[in-house]
């Protein structure tokens, strides 16, 4: 009888067999490492290019508005400042080199996992449910990141955007054609290592991201085996979670599953807020048009629950969420730690 009832309770309960991340915003905050590396990469393009804070940032929030991303492959190669450049194609490029290297520093020292995520995915993985993931980053950026926060063996399937790359007569100078690709071969061997090691990889195009349906339509239709289904995937087997109201709830909504808004992801602290919405941007002003991390929609798509926490997930796949003690220090701890310091 117990048995029965327990299989009973994980055929109600186990009903959801795939789980459909958004990354950024949701697993971690893209702006927590991309702010600092933009607070020390301008003074350094600054004095390298001989020109104000204001000019840096003018021109790469043009080149980023222009590719649609901060963390387009080489944005300096597009800026003003590659054309007007007079010396070397080594030593522009050394600039581009410290750029990157910044870059990856604060990402290695600044991109965390929000709380729980780890352990939720874990769970989820272990309970023989797929985690699958549905971004609009960039597909060899994901998994960089993914791999640098070892959560890479979590996921089933992945689908992300492919790199873009500007048509040849658009780059300055004849030798910067050249080192773009080199980037993205670069880039290319990655993705195809982690696709050999079993992961399914699928990339989308800029113009494909959410709410457009290319993505989630490719999971629905995509087996765990990397197979496509016969038929799609029953709707009520999916669910979607994600930060970002009209770009993830709205995707769900538009494919007609159900979706948890990790409205935790939202949180940026108020100076990140103005490096994003109006430091780096073609005009140093905030844009009216409904872009820019400081815009909520005034009509929420349609979700079943707002997420305080990753790990909250559990209870819509019919986890139980495990109860942590509630941590009390005793009243004199701060005394003994400053005594122990002295
Ligand atoms: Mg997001």
Sequence with gaps: MKSFMRKLKQRYFNDRKRLIWDADGTLWNFWFYFCPFADKVIPYLAEQFGVTYEEIERELGRVFKHFGTHEPILPLLFTRFRRAWAGTDEAFYEIC???EQMLEQSRRKNLVVYPEVTSTLETIYRRHKNNWMLS???MHNILKKLDHLKLISLF??????????????TFFKPNDF???HQVVDESEVLIESWRR???ILHMVDKTQQKPNLAGMDWILNMGDDGRRLVKPMCKAHVLMIGDNPGKDLGVAQAAGIDALWAGYGLYVPPAYIRMIDIRLTPDGRLREDGHGISYVPTQMPPRLDRLACV???LR????????REPRVLPADAFA????ADE
């Design 197 to 199: 090691r079993g992961l």
């Design 311 to 313: 790990s909250e997930v």
């Design 97 to 99: 080199d410290r750029y």
């Design 316 to 323: 819509w796949v019919g986890f139980a969420i495990i109860q």
């Design 156 to 169: 089933k399937g992945i689908v992300a955007v492919r790199a873009e790359v500007p048509p040849e007569d």
């Design 336 to 339: 003994e730690s400053v005594a």
């Design 136 to 138: 609009d980053g960039s």
């Design 178 to 180: 050249a080192r773009f």
